[in-house]
């Protein structure tokens, strides 16, 4: 094997939601190939493409459901019932099995995630997975190489640790401090656990001394201050991290919101509600809105419609961004692109919550899911984002907080706070090249 390939890895995520995806797209420089979806490759067989099928639609209608009243609420929270994040304290022992756990063994032991493995077999690399199944199929059939687990939120459910986790020989790439003690709750070995951090994306970071993150935060928050009063009252640091000419320099952009809606399609009415309140401030130019429909055409045609009944169909492309892709590499990589300009991001708080680590100030949609509750309470906890007030009253509120700096002041405090350099971490660990980063505080 060459020396480039053992510097290499499978990465192996699937399309349920984006935020699998999502944090495999972070690892693509790491990926032998292509990225691997394991519910969606080429030659898997249509018996175990049909099992994937049936899961992913179910969550998907399930959640395109919550917003309804009465049976919304209801429907998902029996869904949400089996992948349940039991409470943290008391510490105690976490490692007894659960039946969704049962379940997930009796679809593996029936086939489930085998022909993957032993397709990836033929070419012994280490295999990371952005999900759990996979990894267990893998530890199940035998897999050559060590097997790593990337964990997507805050916090996780028992579902992640295999059944035995004492004589699992998985290990796993934490995205924070509370999945750490989790993991040890659930039995994992602390020898199998490494505090890496969410694999944000290479493109935003720029290396070690996150040159461009800097770069995009001088910028972002002098358009979120405009009046100053953070930059002067911590004009000294910020200079120090962020470089003398902070806000010496011409505006590249105008002040941009960016709102993007979750895999599953739901709660897209918002991104009209924002249109309506934000439309003077659209049509005067002095304000951007990124409206982000990931892979779903039908809600960018939608969006599209309802911004040409408000009547702002000249600021389309304009002040009025209305994204959609038509594959999911293609929206991840330009996503992260979108927000190397993009001042305040939106978002229901699902994996996109890791990226205040880039100095985004986030504004939480309602959460969905038990997952999505305690994203919410890690984000308050670093003090980089904020729960939403009336989208309808978006125009007034929103500038309050601009105006007051407010809003830099989450931008700044998610930088500081939260990790960045998940991908390098993960790199360091997988190919055994080091690169010189800083250890992350146990922060729970």
Not at 87 to 115: A, E, M, V, W
Not at 257 to 262: I, M, Q, R
Not at 335 to 349: E, G, V
Not at 367 to 389: C, H, M, R, Y
Request: hydrophobic share 40%.
């Amino acid at each position: 094997m060459s020396l480039h390939q053992q510097k290499k890895a499978w990465v192996v995520s699937v399309n349920m939601g984006y935020g699998h995806e999502r944090a495999a797209f972070g690892l693509e420089d790491l990926a032998y190939g292509d990225i691997i979806t394991a519910n969606d490759y080429p030659g898997i067989p249509e018996s175990e493409k049909k099992q994937w099928q049936a899961s992913r639609k179910l969550y998907e209608q399930v959640s395109r459901l919550q917003p309804l009243p009465f049976i919304g609420p209801m429907a998902f929270g029996l869904m949400d019932r089996f992948q349940r994040i039991p409470d943290f304290y008391p510490r105690r022992d976490l490692s007894r099995t659960t039946l969704q756990l049962g379940q997930i063994y009796r679809s593996i032991h029936n086939g489930l995630g085998k022909h993957l493995v032993e397709k990836l077999s033929k070419r012994k690399l280490p295999f990371v997975s952005t999900f759990f199944l996979p990894a267990f199929a893998a530890e199940v059939y035998g897999y050559p190489d060590d097997i790593y687990i990337v964990t997507c939120d805050t916090d996780i459910s028992r579902a992640w640790v295999p059944i035995d986790p004492k004589k699992s020989r998985i290990k796993y790439f934490a995205s924070n401090g509370r999945v750490v003690e989790r993991l040890k709750l659930y039995g994992v070995r602390e020898e199998n656990i490494f505090l890496t951090g969410f694999p944000l994306p290479k493109g935003n970071i720029g290396g070690p001394n996150a040159t461009i993150a800097k770069t995009d935060l001088a910028a972002r928050i002098c358009n979120l201050d405009p009046n100053g009063i953070f930059i002067k009252k911590y004009a000294d640091i910020l200079q120090k991290e962020l470089g003398p000419q902070l806000c010496n320099f011409e505006k590249k952009h105008p002040l941009t919101l960016t709102f993007t809606v979750g895999g599953a399609g739901a709660q897209h009415k918002l991104g009209i509600e924002l249109m309506k309140s934000l439309k003077t401030r659209i049509l005067r130019g002095e304000f951007r809105l990124n409206l982000e429909a990931g892979t779903r055409k039908n809600l960018a045609d939608e969006f599209k419609k309802a911004a040409i009944d408000l009547g702002l169909k000249k600021t389309l492309e304009k002040t009025l961004h209305i994204h959609w892709y038509a594959d999911r590499p293609t929206y991840f990589r330009s996503f992260a692109k979108t927000l190397r300009t993009t001042d305040i991001l939106w978002t229901k708080p699902s994996e996109l919550s890791f990226y205040c680590g880039l100095g985004l100030p986030i504004i939480m949609a309602p959460p969905i899911g038990s997952q999505e509750d305690f994203n919410k309470k890690w984000l308050e906890t670093v003090n980089a984002g904020t729960t939403q007030l009336d989208p309808k009253y978006v125009n007034e509120w929103l500038f309050d907080w601009i105006n007051s700096g407010g809003l830099a002041r989450f931008a700044w405090n998610g930088y500081i706070e939260a990790p960045t350099h998940g991908a390098y971490r993960i790199d360091n660990v997988v190919t055994g090249e080091k690169m010189d980063l800083a250890e992350l505080p146990l922060i729970v």
